[in-house]
């Protein structure tokens, strides 16, 4: 059993500043990628950042400089600092990993989602 837990949306004016955290727990072998998706209320679920094996990152153009991706690899953590936010950012924010189990079992998780709120 594997577990995606998300932390840290909430309301905050543009400008502001929000850390999210997640965290993947459960019977974990290794992880190829963590990141980062978000979905607006009549949008599709997009990509935000993704922090894969080693050090590779990858940002959507609309978050580059001003969201950083990181990840605590000996706890399986992975962080998104959000800062200049714009009402535009607004969005649940979902935390997806794939990774390995034992066994040779590779499965794709995601956590139920925060709210990020981006006030004008």
């Known amino acids: 059993q594997v577990q995606v837990v998300e932390f840290g949306g909430g309301l905050v004016h543009t400008g502001g500043s929000l850390r999210l955290s997640c965290a993947a727990s459960g019977n974990i072998e290794s992880i190829n990628s963590m990141g980062w998706y978000r979905q607006a209320p009549g949008k599709q679920r997009e990509l935000v950042a993704v922090?894969?094996?080693?050090?590779?990152?990858i940002y959507a153009d609309s978050v580059k400089g001003r969201f950083t991706i990181f990840r605590d690899n000996a706890n399986y953590t992975l962080y998104l600092q959000m800062n200049s936010l714009k009402p535009e950012d607004t969005a649940v924010y979902y935390c997806?990993?794939?990774?390995?189990?034992?066994?040779?079992?590779?499965?794709?998780?995601w956590g139920q989602g925060t709210q990020v709120t981006v006030s004008s």
């Open positions: 997806n990993a794939d990774l390995w189990r034992p066994g040779g079992l590779r499965g794709d998780y």
């Open positions: 922090h894969k094996r080693g050090t590779i990152t």
